[in-house]
Nanobody, 125 residues
Framework: QVQLVESGGGLVQAGGSLRLSCAAS????????MGWFRQAPGKERDFVAA????????RYADSVKGRFTISRDNAKNTVYLQMNSLKPEDTAVFYC??????????????????WGQGTQVTVSS
């Protein structure tokens, strides 16, 4: 009954932009803090960005600060990740996550209750 579906990934050249979307089929979307994580081959799943329930608080990994922007539209049950100035090292599967237990925002995967299937982002040099 809970489903998160990412979209918007693809192949882009270094310096380009992508906008990821995560559509959530959750009864009360606004009750969940949301986050984006990514995982490259052979590496652990890393925090990218998080946003509070009403969108008032955001947090970013140092590696993406100034380049990525997380936002949400509670009327559409959707969270977004705008990615600009992409670098080859951004290449990874990006996952969105929903956390009912998160107090405000969380950078820790274990704090999240539901996860999407991921969308591949590949940045060529």
């Amino acid at each position: 009954q809970v489903q998160l579906v990412e979209s918007g990934g693809g192949l882009v050249q270094a310096g380009g932009s992508l906008r990821l979307s995560c559509a959530a089929s959750i009864r009360t979307f606004s009750a969940y803090a949301m986050g984006w994580f990514r995982q490259a081959p052979g590496k652990e799943r890393d925090f990218v960005a998080a946003i509070s329930r009403n969108g008032g608080t955001t947090r970013y990994a140092d590696s993406v600060k100034g380049r990525f922007t997380i936002s949400r539209d509670n009327a559409k049950n959707t969270v977004y990740l705008q990615m600009n100035s992409l670098k080859p090292e951004d290449t990874a599967v990006f996952y969105c996550a929903a956390g009912l237990r998160v107090r405000v925002v969380s950078t820790t995967p274990r704090d999240y209750d539901y996860w999407g299937q991921g969308t591949q982002v590949t940045v060529s040099s």
